[in-house]
């Protein structure tokens, strides 16, 4: 089955320690977007690739970057994480701005 | 300004009780609608999208409609497994970015 795939699930990192999450997807489509949610929110982009066009929302902190090697991966790093950046963290795909369709996510614990 | 509000905030059913969320927006020129549903600790899993008033959509005990001001999430007869928060959200004019509601928390008691 075609599909959006995160890895890993769970990761838990120390306060400062630069991590990277991971986005595959089998569904050959040229969007990719990277949402932080936490408890009881709705998602919040933080950025998305349109093909190989990066383009960063004004409000997320430059802690955050990305990294886009090819269509299928599409990687999240978040250079110096703090207490405040615990949260799932979701990989969604889409055709031009068709409808999104999300990976399973990656639960964030800072330590 | 665009947005998009979610009511009831949570609902609880008893197996069987059919009912609706519902999903009012206020935005300019309206993309697509998109209803997902989120069981706790993964992602949202993609249900419906609707284009235009009047379009309805249906899969298995969930109905989606759309007018020009709300979109309602019907669950005939719901089972305890439907179960989980519905999220409803939408995309507006030229924008790439989606504007979400906060969500519907179900809960189906057997």
């Known amino acids: 089955d075609a599909m959006v795939i995160q890895n890993p699930r769970y990761q838990v990192t120390q306060f400062g320690k630069p991590v990277t999450l991971s986005c595959s997807q089998t569904l050959n489509h040229n969007v990719m977007y990277w949402y932080q949610q936490k408890s009881s929110q709705a998602p919040k982009l933080l950025f998305h690739?349109?093909?190989?066009?990066?383009?960063n929302e004004a409000d997320t902190p430059d802690n955050f970057q990305s990294r886009r090697p090819n269509t299928s991966f599409c990687f999240l790093d978040i250079r110096s994480p703090g207490l405040g950046d615990a949260a799932m963290y979701l990989c969604?795909?889409?055709?031009?701005?068709?409808?999104?369709?999300f990976g399973p996510g990656t639960r964030l614990l800072v330590l | 300004e665009d947005q998009v509000t979610q009511s009831p905030e949570a609902l609880r059913l008893q197996e069987g009780e059919s009912s609706s969320l519902n999903c009012s927006y206020t935005v300019s020129g309206l993309r697509g609608l998109f209803w997902y549903r989120q069981d706790p600790g993964k992602g949202p899993e993609f249900l419906f999208t609707l284009y235009s008033a009047g379009e309805e959509k249906e899969k298995e005990r969930l109905k989606a409609t759309l007018t020009k001001k709300e979109s309602f999430l019907h669950i005939t007869a719901p089972k305890p497994e439907d179960s989980a928060t519905y999220l409803c959200a939408v995309r507006a004019g030229n924008n790439r970015k989606l504007i979400w509601g906060l969500g519907t928390s179900l809960a189906v008691n057997p």
């Open positions: 969604a795909t889409s055709r031009d701005l068709e409808t999104q369709y």
């Open positions: 690739y349109y093909d190989k066009d990066f383009n």
